[in-house]
């Protein structure tokens, strides 16, 4: 790449980033303006994901799941490796972390490269239920999320979410 192409590159990642902490700032987020960011984030990798714990908070643009996640005390996911993963981390009574298979109809889910707008990213599907998360990088330890599949559009507008890995 030269030298133009790369400061070009940097420039757009050091947008996305700023446009992602004013984001994460704002009590409630236009969804229009985290599709936007969305676009302007590269496609995460399998391989990027796989084999770690990811803590998750909800972007409030007004979807119902925001509240949903909410009142099942939502932590995150774990991506134990590519095809087993712990899809629905919650915070149980005694402030443990465990996974709530109850939210997934009893299943899992695995990591595969699935097209979302026009570009294939790192997809998380779930084994049983008709629900697709897809990630863009943010940063390398943190994506950006969208939830997509049968019933989780809600007046024409995907639940977003972040995810930032365990360390």
Avoid: C
Avoid at 32 to 60: F, H, N, Q, Y
Avoid at 90 to 104: F, I, K, Q, R
């Amino acid at each position: 790449m030269s030298t133009a192409g790369a400061a070009g590159t940097a420039g757009t990642a050091g947008a996305a980033a700023r446009e992602f902490e004013l984001i994460l700032a704002l009590d409630t987020v236009p969804s229009d303006r985290v599709s936007a960011l969305w676009d302007s984030l590269e496609p995460a990798r399998v391989d990027d994901i796989a084999g770690s714990r990811w803590k998750g908070t909800g972007l409030d643009t007004g979807h119902p799941m925001f509240g949903m996640l909410g009142q099942m005390r939502w932590w995150g996911k774990d991506f134990t490796e590519a095809r087993k993963v712990d899809p629905i981390l919650v915070t149980d009574d005694s402030g443990e972390v465990v996974p709530d298979t109850s939210a997934t109809g009893g299943g899992g889910a695995s990591l595969w490269e699935v097209s979302f707008r026009g570009r294939p990213t790192a997809s998380m599907v779930y084994d049983r239920l008709p629900v697709i998360d897809h990630f863009a990088v943010v940063g390398p330890d943190t994506l950006l999320a969208v939830m997509n599949g049968r019933g989780t559009v809600h007046e024409g507008e995907h639940f977003w979410f972040v995810l930032e890995r365990e360390r």
